[in-house]
């Protein structure tokens, strides 16, 4: 089975053939070497395990990650982001089990459609005809269960349900690498259900969430796509439906002025998708952010709201990203930053630095004071080197707080920012009380003239 009619999270690289150029002649020797370098410096898998973010073994197994501190950091930072981003556009949070038996994703069309990239199936019992469990390929099944769970009228739609879920992928060993292409994933998944007239509305609220979480991770998209279903047959078959999904989503997209391609062979099994494309150092082109419209699935779990005329009326199912899977999120801002991640979401935000042994308790009292407003500080003492060999250690950190003997004793910091900028010293209270402001802004801004408004929203 072909993985394209994959939904959001699976990357399809696009573009030349490395060492190709388009006019058919070999590029120069040099110019290749200096790109390689470069991308070989981008690259995720290098810069993540340099920096001590996540690392592999071949015990846990490929496609296995696990996150180190650091990573962990930056992978929980992203995390409540978007969950305090879905709270303030109105969706709720549900929970449910990596695990489902075969006969949900038989009703879904993941089996007939999608089974050559699931786990296989767990048998629970050594007698005939037990009960077989299968790691969920996706989290849109368990959530239509959820959904069908109660009843609903139609005052409580659009329904918005979001969850920070764990799904699994057979991936082969030869596509595995870093955390774009693993077997285990951490999806940011939302499904919207809603009447007819309520999709445009909501996909293009999906549309202005991932602008927004976009501007804040300073993530430039490549380009939008509005993926089309191919020929073959690995597509759900029903052409009214695909003509109904691909005019809701063609419009969403002509509203919204932003400039887009269609592209065949593209869509999901059950229908088509508006696709966020990013492109790595090396060029290949992936798939961050998706919103997809979905009559398919209301249909085979007979999910039903009432209407204001009392009958019974199917919803639509409107499914969205707007980070696609936390693992090639953070790749890709791994690649986009170079590990100089915008001071929000950095693992350590400020660095403490004594000059000298002398100044050690006002830097320890520095820290603890980061701490206490919720700011990621560490302490780097003279033990650990010259100022200047201390500086250059934490040339990633966004702030670095240098303590002498005079700032010490005038209750001041003399503030060094991650781009070269030296700011005069300034009292620690206010120091921390502009930096703590644009942190709390998801700025990418080091520094504001004057304190940063508090944001309003996510």
Request: net charge negative; hydrophobic share 35%.
């Amino acid at each position: 089975m072909s993985r394209r009619a994959d939904r959001c999270s699976d990357p399809k690289p696009r573009g030349e053939c490395p060492g190709a150029s388009p006019c058919g002649h070999s590029p120069d020797s040099t110019g290749v070497r200096h790109a390689n370098e470069e991308t070989a410096m981008s690259d995720h898998r290098k810069l993540g395990r340099e920096l001590g973010l996540f690392d592999t073994d071949p015990l846990i197994g490929a496609g296995l990650p696990y996150w180190l501190p650091d990573g962990a950091t930056v992978r929980h930072t992203l995390e409540e982001y978007i969950r305090d981003a879905e709270r303030r556009a109105g969706y709720r949070h549900v929970y449910s089990p990596v695990l489902g038996k075969r006969e949900l994703y038989e009703l879904s069309g993941h089996w007939s459609h999608y089974s050559d990239d699931m786990f296989p199936p767990m048998e629970l019992g050594a007698e005939p005809g037990a009960e077989q469990v299968v790691l969920r390929p996706s989290l849109c099944p368990h959530h239509a269960v959820i959904f069908r769970s109660r009843g609903h009228s139609y005052r409580e739609l659009p329904l918005r349900m979001a969850e920070l879920g764990g799904m699994y992928r057979s991936e082969l060993s030869g596509v595995l690498g870093g955390l774009t292409r693993v077997r285990a994933i951490q999806l940011n998944d939302a499904h919207i259900f809603c009447t007819l007239g309520q999709v445009a509305d909501e996909a293009g609220a999906a549309l202005e969430m991932i602008r927004r979480a976009y501007e804040a991770l300073g993530i430039t998209p490549a380009r939008y796509r509005l993926s089309l279903p191919g020929p073959g047959g690995k597509y759900v078959a029903a052409p009214e439906m695909w003509r109904r999904s691909t005019a809701l989503l063609t419009d969403v997209l002509d509203r919204s002025g932003l400039p887009y391609e269609a592209e065949e062979g593209e869509a999901a099994f059950y229908g088509p998708k508006i696709d966020v494309q990013v492109t790595d150092g090396a060029g290949r082109e992936s798939t961050l952010s998706t919103v997809q419209v979905d009559f398919h699935q209301p249909e085979q779990f007979d999910l039903h709201y009432i209407g204001p005329d009392g009958a019974r009326h199917r919803p639509v199912m409107v499914h969205r990203s707007i980070i696609g899977s936390v693992e090639r999120a953070v790749a890709h801002l791994i690649e986009e930053h170079g590990g100089a991640f915008p001071a929000w979401l950095a693992p350590t935000q400020l660095v403490v630095l004594p000059v000298s042994e002398a100044e050690l308790p006002h830097a320890e009292a520095l820290v603890r004071r980061c701490v206490d407003l919720g700011l990621r500080a560490e302490l780097a003492g003279p033990e650990r080197g010259s100022l200047g060999a201390r500086i250059r250690e934490a040339r990633l950190v966004p702030y670095q707080a240098v303590v002498g003997a005079r700032e010490a004793d005038d209750g001041r910091v003399a503030l060094r920012l991650r781009d070269g900028r030296r700011l005069d010293p300034l009292p620690v209270g206010e120091a921390l009380a502009r930096i703590d402001a644009l942190v709390k802004a998801h700025s990418n801004e080091l520094w504001a003239p004057h304190p940063h408004p508090s944001p309003s929203g996510g």
